[in-house]
């Protein structure tokens, strides 16, 4: 076609006197890779879960994905599963260039279990502590829960508010829980009552009964039912075991005892002498400060050579703490003369 065009222009030349000029020559065109569509479905998945990469080239000779995938064909879908958040980068290429083209699946870490902490697994009524929780996520990593639902199975004993600050209303056990990410973390802490600290008060008799000599004596016409008497507690409270000195008006004895679930103090001692009190107290303390329970003693006079003995039944009247600090009362060091009945019962009234 070109050697005909060309001998026409020559004779058109020699004929006409035309001269023959060649035609522009148009560059070719140059075609890069279209890739049409590179998508991920769905784009967010759990961790475990699988998403589908698709995709559509046209006009190339190479085409490749990252993340370990390698060559793959001018179309088609492959299921992946990353463990973590993943952008996945096609690129396809000819003789003319490359074109690249990206998409991301999202990885939603699992939580696999929670933990719930605390300074104590014991704390007295009235006071309150954050409890803080961690979750272990499904990759290995931890992670602090901060937006969890907070709970408490015993709401007589604590309460427990969004932000996992733990109130102690009672006593007992309970377990405090937070919820996160479909899983629950717990820990189950003891509630109870503080008896540390100084302690005065009073209480009344409310039964009393002699045999032996200690009736022939006549001992109940001193302490009649209704008597009221002072007491005073110096105690020191380690969480459920409590120590200290009790105090029968000037009569004093040391005393030891646990604090039981439910928040009750039993508190034994001996008054030692010629003639001897033991000392049952027990004690309960709902409200903070406050003492409320009974008192118990046995009198026994073996070493005065008295038979018999005396049994006496008391309800606490009050009982105030006025220290949180124990220290023993003004008249702890009054010396006191025991030997007889009536020296201990004037004992028993003084302060």
Same mark, same amino acid.
Request: charged residues 10%; aromatic residues 4%; glycine residues 8%.
């Given at each position: 076609m070109k050697r005909f065009v060309l001998v026409m222009c020559l004779i058109l030349a020699v004929v006409f006197g035309v001269s023959c000029k060649s035609s522009p020559t148009t560059p070719p065109v140059k075609i890069l890779p279209t890739i049409s569509n590179f998508t991920a479905s769905p784009t967010t998945i759990q961790s475990g879960g699988s998403s589908t990469l698709s995709w559509t080239v046209k006009d190339a000779t190479s085409i490749t994905i990252d993340q370990g995938i390698g060559t793959v064909s001018a179309t088609g879908t492959r299921s992946v599963s990353p463990t973590v958040t993943t952008t996945y980068t096609m690129t396809a290429s000819n003789?003319?260039?490359q074109k690249t083209?990206?998409?991301i699946v999202t990885v939603e870490l699992l939580v696999q279990s929670i933990a719930v902490t605390s300074t104590t697994a014991i704390l007295y009524i009235g006071?309150?502590? !954050?409890?803080?929780?961690?979750?272990t996520m499904s990759d290995g990593s931890s992670r602090a829960v901060t937006s969890g639902v907070w709970s408490t199975d015993n709401p007589v004993v604590a309460s427990v508010?969004?932000?996992?600050?733990v109130t102690i209303v009672g006593s007992g056990t309970v377990n405090v829980s937070v919820t996160f990410g479909g899983k629950t973390g717990s820990k189950s802490i003891r509630g109870l009552p503080n008896y540390q600290g100084t302690w005065t008060g009073t209480y009344r008799i409310d039964s009393c009964s002699a045999t032996g000599d200690f009736y022939l004596a006549d001992f109940c016409s001193y302490l009649p039912t209704g008597t009221v008497l002072n007491t005073d507690l110096v105690l020191t409270q380690n969480q459920d075991q409590v120590t200290g000195r009790f105090y029968l008006g000037t009569l004093s004895a040391d005393g030891i005892g646990p604090v039981a679930m439910n928040g009750q103090? !039993?508190?034994t001692g001996k008054v030692y002498g010629d003639i001897t009190i033991d000392a049952f107290y027990l004690l309960q303390s709902t409200t903070p400060g406050q003492i409320t329970g009974g008192l118990n003693q046995l009198w026994q006079g073996i070493g005065a050579g008295l038979s018999g003995d005396v049994r006496l039944t008391c309800t606490i009247v009050s009982l105030s703490r006025t220290s949180l600090t124990p220290n023993e009362p003004a008249f702890a060091g009054t010396p006191v003369k025991t030997s007889t009945i009536q020296d201990m019962i004037r004992a028993l009234l003084r302060r």
């Open positions: 003789s003319e260039g083209a990206s998409c006071a309150s502590e !954050t409890f803080t929780a961690t979750a508010n969004s932000a996992g600050l103090l !039993t508190l």
